[in-house]
């Protein structure tokens, strides 16, 4: 276990528990190695972003999370369990790089799809469905089909897709990516909301340096090739964070920390 | 009454008039018989349906019952409606075949699935191999169901039946002088044809052996009844025809070559003409038929049965 | 509309002239030796040295004995559209619905065996190939003795299927329906398995990541996913069973398009074969349109752009 | 009764060892991924022949596998003579002539327009037509020989292959037909680097379907007329002499054949397309 | 012709002309507006940002350009051709929103497909390849297939494809949305040297603020529903621009500007 992580009580017990995770991808020309020696433990609640060079290996670590990728060795461990017995308990909400709406169904379809599966009442679906459509500003598309909707849209309804149902783990690899600055930073604020409400653990992806500082409790800075974790870095601002935060010394300082680390692990290429 | 099912050899037309004049005059119901008349075609060999347990008897040309014989289904011959042989090859006679003899480097079209034998028989006899066209052998086609070999001249020389093919040559306009026939007859290579047949291990049963006897006296009425009637008689085998495909004028004629095969037969088998056929047989090329003399193939209890009770 | 008419109405003359042109030469032996036995005199010798010599040859020699007898033969090679539609008229319009002359007639018994069968080989495709798709051991197990099971002329097998179905009680229009199902169920299981199987790893995966039971990934996911694909293969499906029907109906020889077309072979009547084909694919084009108007509707059903 | 219920249990245990071979990742190796099948074959052959003994089916209405392949073995040069006649010059030549018939035509279709709206409606109904039906004015045009069972495989193949193709072709999404745009490409440099390997997997698709419907259609063909050798012929006579041992061994024949033409264009299918979704697996 | 137009002295022969432009979608539960009457015109050499909401018709705009889609009215030209005539003269390189790589073609043949298109020498095309791959940092991957690659890795494949042929106009539509800042800042130096070294005329759709200021002479902000321009930002920075601008009171200016549009163009919503 990582000395930071004794440090801090809840991670005690942590809700994901990663020693030494390696995985190496078989290709026709040779093994690509996506990640080596991973270690980390995200206690329960905490907000942990990703950061770092395209091709590092945030996705794919995110997918052993998810018990969609088994790790080649080392161990992960979810709750006390193994990742795929959480995946059993419904303990994920995931929302991918890419859209990947089913073309099939309406937006409110899609949306919907979860809370099908996972047997909510009618009624109930139907309110949480008009309640995450309402939060990511699509109300008005509900009926349309996915590709009558613009990329950042589909998005949108992707990241609402994820947040409709209550799952206690939300992974989320560059859900911001396609948005612009103004619906990103109003979708930053509701998930800081969401996040303090429900109180989830979330492991976040993200490209954006700002963002990552502006949400984390903890930041973890990746290197690539070999995909490893090159830093860690706590975040000492409080939980109940306006936007305004990102102006502070503080804010940047931490902001700088991390583009240091994402630097270091670029040169080394 | 007792249900008899009775496969024929071939598609529902004038051959197996008899047959169908007992149906439908009530010759069957008179002697308390239920009969189910299943037709034929083309690759349904009735010796596999009565093996397999879909007919009670057959009609069958013997070489085929033979040759099943020796394949473990025992079949055996209880009566024989016709007396002569209606096979023959018909040729163009402007390729210049007038004898046998000539028959050597030609293309001739011959009906496979069991009805080769007697062809076959006949080409050794002749000395001719079936190989491909040389100074000593012919070149053999699997004939389709039709004529047109002939007609569109694929083929110098066809197999006819006298009651149907050859007609339809000449209804296609062509004059009976342009052609040469041979029959088998004539040949000295004649097997007899339309025989009924039933499982060896049936006849032990007397039950079955009265039924059959029933189903022969009724059928031999029929025809009695179609070789004096032969327009209704086409009429009958018409209406019977699910295809719709067959003519009166056809059907008629051919009524009338039947009847001429079956000349004055009793239904009786003539046990000469039988061996006559086993002889033809045995007598057969470089693959024959029969490998060795069959014992058993027919038997008389039935024909007996039939024809004392009168 | 004018759109659509148009360029099938030219395509469709075009091929009628042509068809009508093909069956000068087509036609021309025996327009030559009919005229011959009238008493006409004949270039290119007698029937057999003519038979040397090439069509074309033999109609640029006599072309007006060759145009004479070319569409009106009674035993043509090629029958000219016009004999056909004749022939077509006759016994489709000339006999009593019920006779067993009328083409309708034949066309109903054909028409119930196929649906007979389509519906049991599709089935029996679907459930096959759902069974491929979620066990590892059907899918190596099954699959390829699938395949090879095409690959056994079913059809050469016929009579035989016949008969013993026939020797089990089994009669009528279910023998042809199992022949028809088993040229069906084929292209049935090969285009679901492949449709079943083309949702992306990442729809799955999100599938996956809210445990969504196999049942749940299937109705969800796969089955909708493979739509277009089952329709497809249904097209092909529903006109293989035709050609199961009629191939089961060639020996049986009770009625039905695949009997009609064989007695018309059996007394050379090739007009009688042509008109049982017209009438066949008449059926067959009838069924394919109505497997393409289910699969608009259920596809405007489904969203999916026009 | 003893070989019924051999046959039954026989049937549960190749069930059970191949469930058992294929869970928990065992189906990787290549070994299980051969062994699989071939137990699901012998132990079909096996009941069959179990149940032929036991239940005494008349050899002239089913025989037993251990027949067949006796037959099999000893006739191998009769029937090499029916596989060059109905496969390599019937079935193998008609099939390539229809494959690149149909290929043509879907081009010719998806480049003109009016052909497409003219030819395609007409071609759905010319596809309909049920070959078996041909097959008889086949042989009446073409003769007896491997040429007239070729004309029928061409016509059985064309429209599968014309449809795949077609279909094939259209099988872009739109952003890769617009990247083609933006580039300026000729109709031909889009149908060379875009279309036809997207259409690659449908071409597959038909090619098997097509592949074996020629199998089909030359043997059936035969049926209508033929020498005195072929795989139809073979199962026609044999069967009319109720030797369906040979009948089988026939039948043998042209399943190998089409087994083997059809792994062939498998095993193309997954050099060719192994970026497609459905190979990557 | 717009007032600014005729100030400048390259904008006297716009190479991209739009007046008027308006699109109108049909689609089943009524028409929707993607654009309406945008007017603007765009200088031969000029690098022109679109910025704004998703969902605001910023890829509709692009795609107009690129004769990819047809305005329902208005008029647009381009190098005073209609759209279409100067894409059969192959003006564009276009990077799509999605990355689009051909699932057959490793990433070295993606790349050369255009340069096979437009019959580029053989020696010239493994030339060209072999740089823009450089340029992306993928050149370990040439011989990859695209689903072996990250969904940032494929971005970078993509521009690496656009990039690979002279075309004298350079559509791109997000292009940088997947990567992270400092690859980002890297391939933002890179294009604006390309940019500066070959004077292609750039259209620029992205989210980031930062970005559209560092990058462009002009910026293009929209609105949505119906999507229409709604300021027209000139940059007075260099054409000279080392990344350390981004800290100038200049720069903050007009991101400040921008910001405000953005924001605007949110409320009326
Ligand atoms: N299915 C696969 N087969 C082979 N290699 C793979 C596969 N998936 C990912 N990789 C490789 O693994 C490495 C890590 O990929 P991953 O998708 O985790 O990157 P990432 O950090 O998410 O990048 P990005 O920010 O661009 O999304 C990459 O080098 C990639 O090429
Ligand atoms: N094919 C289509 N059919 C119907 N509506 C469409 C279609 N394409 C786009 N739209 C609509 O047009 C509007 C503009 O879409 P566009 O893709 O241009 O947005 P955008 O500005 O690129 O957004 P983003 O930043 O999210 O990519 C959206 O409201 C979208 O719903
Ligand atoms: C495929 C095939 N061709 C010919 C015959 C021979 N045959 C037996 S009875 C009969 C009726 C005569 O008109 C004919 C032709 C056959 N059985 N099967
Ligand atoms: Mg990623
Ligand atoms: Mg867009």
Chains 1, 5 share one sequence.
Not at chain 3, 170 to 183: D, N
Not at chain 4, 51 to 77: H, N, Y
């Amino acid at each position: 276990m990582r000395a930071t992580a004794t440090t801090l009580p809840e991670r005690d017990s942590p809700v994901i528990a990663a020693k030494d995770v390696s995985l190496v991808f078989g290709t026709a020309d040779g093994p690509v190695q996506a990640l080596r020696d991973v270690t980390l433990s995200v206690g329960a609640g905490e907000f942990v972003s990703f950061i770092g060079p395209s091709g590092c290996g945030k996705t794919t670590f995110l997918r052993c999370v998810a018990a969609l990728e088994t790790p080649t060795s080392g161990t992960l461990t979810v709750n006390g369990m193994d990742p795929d017995a959480a995946r059993r308990a419904r303990a994920y909400g995931y929302v991918f790089q890419a859209a990947g709406l089913y073309p099939w169904r309406t937006i409110e379809g899609n949306v919907r799809l979860p809370l099908e599966i996972m047997n909510y009442p009618k009624a109930e679906q139907a309110e949480r469905v008009a309640r995450v459509l309402e939060m990511v500003e699509l109300s008005g598309f509900a009926r349309k089909y996915p590709w009558q909707l613009s990329g950042g849209m589909q998005q949108r309804a992707s990241i609402a897709r994820a947040l409709a149902f209550d799952a206690p783990i939300l992974l989320m690899d560059e859900p911001f990516g396609a948005l612009d600055e103004i619906v990103r930073d109003r979708l930053n604020e509701e998930l800081l909301r969401l996040w303090a409400r429900t109180g989830k653990t979330t492991l976040f992806v993200t490209h954006s340096i700002p963002e990552a500082v502006y949400l984390s409790t903890r930041i973890v800075v990746m290197s690539p090739r070999p995909g490893r974790i090159t830093d860690i870095i706590e975040s000492p601002l409080p939980r109940e964070r306006p936007l305004e935060i990102r102006d502070t010394p503080e804010f940047l300082a931490i902001a700088h920390r991390v583009r240091e680390g994402l630097r270091a692990g670029h040169v080394e290429v | 009454q007792d249900a008899v099912t009775l496969q024929l050899k071939w598609v529902t037309q004038a051959q197996f008039a008899g047959y169908y004049v007992a149906l439908d005059q009530g010759f069957y119901a008179e002697e308390g018989l239920d009969v189910t008349i299943l037709p034929g075609g083309p690759d349904i060999a009735p010796t596999q349906v009565i093996a397999g347990g879909g007919a009670d008897v057959i009609v069958e040309w013997m070489p085929a019952a033979l040759a099943a014989r020796e394949q473990g289904v025992p079949l055996v011959n209880i009566a024989q409606p016709f007396e002569n042989s209606g096979m023959q090859l018909t040729c163009w006679a402007d390729t210049g075949i007038q004898t046998p003899q000539d028959l050597a480097n030609r293309t001739l079209g011959v009906w496979f699935s069991g009805n080769e034998y007697p062809f076959l028989s006949w080409m050794s006899q002749l000395g001719l191999s079936t190989d491909g066209k040389s100074e000593t052998g012919v070149e053999v086609l699997k004939q389709g169901f039709n004529v047109d070999p002939l007609l569109q001249r694929q083929a110098d020389c066809i197999s006819t039946m006298t009651y149907n093919e050859y007609w339809q040559v000449i209804d296609a306009g062509v004059t009976p002088e342009e052609l040469v026939n041979f029959r088998y007859e004539d040949q000295g290579v004649a097997t007899l044809e339309d025989g009924l047949y039933v499982l060896e291990q049936n006849l032990q049963d007397p039950a079955f052996v009265d039924r059959m006897a029933r189903f022969v006296r009724a059928s031999m009425r029929g025809w009695d009844w179609a070789q004096e009637n032969p327009e209704q008689a086409a009429e009958i085998v018409l209406e019977y025809d699910e295809t719709g495909a067959q003519t009166l004028e056809h059907q008629v004629r051919m009524m009338g070559e039947i009847a001429k095969l079956i000349g004055d037969s009793t239904g009786v088998l003539d046990e000469a003409a039988a061996q006559r056929t086993v002889d033809t047989l045995l007598a057969g090329g470089s693959d024959p038929v029969i490998t060795k003399a069959p014992e058993g193939y027919f038997t008389h209890v039935v024909t007996d049965a039939a024809f004392a009770q009168q | 509309m004018r759109e659509k008419v148009l360029p099938v109405l030219t395509v469709v003359l075009g091929i009628l002239a042509l068809w009508y042109l093909a069956a000068i030469p087509m036609n021309v032996r025996e327009a030559l030796t009919a005229a011959e036995r009238a008493g006409a005199v004949v270039e290119g010798g007698s029937a057999t040295e003519r038979q040397q010599l090439p069509a074309l040859r033999l109609v640029l020699l006599n072309p007006a004995l060759a145009l004479e007898g070319a569409w009106t033969q009674d035993r043509p090679r090629l029958p000219a559209p016009h004999q056909v539609a004749a022939e077509l008229w006759s016994s489709v319009a000339g006999q009593p619905p019920g006779s067993n002359r009328s083409l309708l007639r034949h066309a109903g018994i054909t028409l119930g065996a196929t649906l007979a069968g389509f519906a049991i080989g599709s089935l029996a495709g679907i459930l096959l190939a759902v069974g491929i798709v979620h066990n590892r051991a059907m899918d190596l197990s099954v699959m390829p003795w699938a395949i090879i099971s095409q690959t056994i002329p079913i059809v050469a097998l016929a009579p035989m299927i016949v008969v013993v179905l026939n020797s089990v009680g089994v009669q009528g229009l279910l023998p042809k329906a199992v022949i028809s199902a088993y040229l069906s169920f084929f292209p049935v299981a090969v285009g679901m398995v492949k449709g079943l199987r083309t949702p992306d790893p990442m729809q799955i995966d999100l599938m996956r990541t809210w445990n969504a039971s196999r049942a749940q990934i299937f109705w969800l996911l796969r089955l909708p996913a493979s739509v277009p694909y089952l329709f497809a293969s249904l097209k092909v499906a529903v006109a293989a069973a035709l050609v199961g029907t009629i191939v089961g109906e060639l020996p049986i020889q009770r009625g039905g398009l695949g009997a009609r077309m064989l007695a018309g072979s059996y007394y050379g009547q090739t007009t009688q074969i042509w008109a049982a084909l017209v009438m066949a694919a008449v059926l067959a084009a009838a069924l394919v349109w109505f497997m393409g108007f289910l699969e608009r509707r259920t596809l405007r059903a489904m969203g999916v752009p026009a | 009764m003893t070989l019924v219920i051999l046959a039954l249990v026989l049937w549960l245990a190749a069930w059970g060892l191949n469930g058992w071979l294929t869970r928990g990742g065992r189906d990787r190796s290549s070994l299980v991924r051969a062994l699989v099948p071939l137990i699901f074959g012998t132990t079909v052959l096996a009941v069959w022949e179990l149940l032929v003994r036991g239940l005494a089916v008349p050899p002239a209405i089913l025989p037993a596998p251990s027949r067949i392949a006796q037959t099999f073995v000893a006739s191998t040069g009769l029937l090499w003579g029916d596989f060059v006649q109905t496969i390599l010059k019937g079935a193998l030549s008609g099939l390539a002539i229809g494959v690149a018939a149909a290929l043509i035509a879907a081009i010719l279709v998806d480049r003109f327009d009016f052909l497409r709206r003219g030819l395609l409606p007409v071609g759905h109904f010319m596809a309909a037509l049920p070959i078996v039906g041909i097959a008889p004015i086949m042989v009446m045009w073409f003769g007896f020989g491997w040429q007239s069972k070729a004309a029928v495989v061409v016509l059985m193949v064309f429209f599968p292959m014309l449809v795949n193709a077609v279909a094939g072709l259209q099988d872009t999404t739109a952003q890769q037909r617009d990247l083609m745009r933006t580039y300026g490409a000729s109709y031909w440099q889009t149908l060379r680097m875009l279309r036809v390997p997207a259409a690659l997997p449908f071409l597959f698709n038909g090619l098997k379907i097509a592949s074996t419907l020629a199998m089909i259609g030359a043997i059936v063909a035969e049926f209508f007329g033929s020498p005195t050798q072929g795989v139809g012929f073979r199962i026609a006579s044999a069967n009319g002499a109720l030797r369906l041992d040979m009948v089988w061994s026939a039948i043998l024949v042209g399943a190998l054949a089409g087994s083997t033409v059809y792994g062939i264009i498998t095993l193309a299918e997954r050099a060719v397309t192994f970026w497609h979704p459905s190979q990557r697996t």
